[in-house]
T-cell receptor
Framework: KNEVEQSPQNLTAQEGEFITINCSYSVGISALHWLQQHPGGGIVSLFMLSSGKKKHGRLIATINIQEKHSSLHITASHPRDSAVYICAVRWKTSYDKVIFGPGTSLSVIP | NAGVTQTPKFRILKIGQSMTLQCTQDMNHNYMYWYRQDPGMGLKLIYYSVGAGITDKGEVPNGYNVSRSTTEDFPLRLELAAPSQTSVYFC???????????????FGSGTRLTVV
């Protein structure tokens, strides 16, 4: 079993739809990151969470530490949101150890 | 403000050749990382550094070496390239310290390496 799993693996949505990407993990963590990888390959850090919820524009990230689960929501999706979204967790037992999920590939169709 | 600069963007190596992937950041970040990304897989940590003169192995260090002589630079050296090292390589940096949470990463644009 992978330590960080994401679902779905691939997602196609119509422009304007509300999108949810899920991340579950099996280790105790000190923080969770959501990253966005553009079709050209560049990676951008979206959020770092250790509890609760964060919002930036149309993106919302939540985390439930007890359930070892995080979600990334995109409201009013747009074709420019098409990218791979990566969840990464920072192990509580090793400050420098970060485990990356395999990513969720999102395609938003006009 | 350039952020994290990686060079080259693409490279084809023959088996047994060596090369150095360059990484420079201008944000005065203390932490720097090298990752590799294989198709369908999550990023894997090769090496990391918590400051100039300090480096440590990540999950997949075999076949690679690093150095951190300055805060800005963190080159990754491949000796005796093998087909298994065909991958996309990302350098990243962040700021962290005692009692200070590690804020979001800044990634370089990646190097696509093919070993034939």
């Amino acid at each position: 079993k992978n330590e960080v799993e994401q679902s779905p693996q691939n997602l196609t949505a119509q422009e304007g739809e509300f999108i949810t990407i899920n991340c579950s993990y099996s280790v105790g963590i000190s923080a969770l990151h959501w990253l966005q990888q553009h079709p050209g390959g560049g990676i951008v850090s979206l959020f770092m969470l250790s509890s609760g919820k964060k919002k930036h524009g149309r993106l919302i990230a939540t985390i439930n530490i007890q359930e070892k689960h995080s979600s990334l929501h995109i409201t009013a999706s747009h074709p420019r949101d098409s990218a791979v979204y990566i969840c990464a967790v920072r192990w509580k037992t090793s400050y420098d150890k970060v485990i990356f999920g395999p990513g969720t590939s999102l395609s938003v169709i006009p | 403000n350039a952020g994290v600069t990686q060079t080259p963007k693409f490279r084809i190596l023959k088996i047994g050749q060596s090369m150095t992937l360059q990484c420079t950041q201008d944000m005065n970040h203390n932490y720097m990382y090298w990752y590799r990304q294989d198709p369908g897989m999550g990023l894997k940590l090769i090496y990391y550094s918590v400051g100039a003169g300090i480096t440590d192995k990540g999950e997949v260090p075999n076949g690679y070496n690093v150095s951190r002589s300055t805060t800005e630079d963190f080159p990754l050296r491949l000796e005796l390239a093998a087909p298994s090292q065909t991958s996309v390589y990302f350098c990243a940096s962040s700021y962290a310290g005692q009692g200070i949470p590690n804020y979001g990463y800044t990634f370089g644009s990646g190097t696509r390496l093919t070993v034939v």
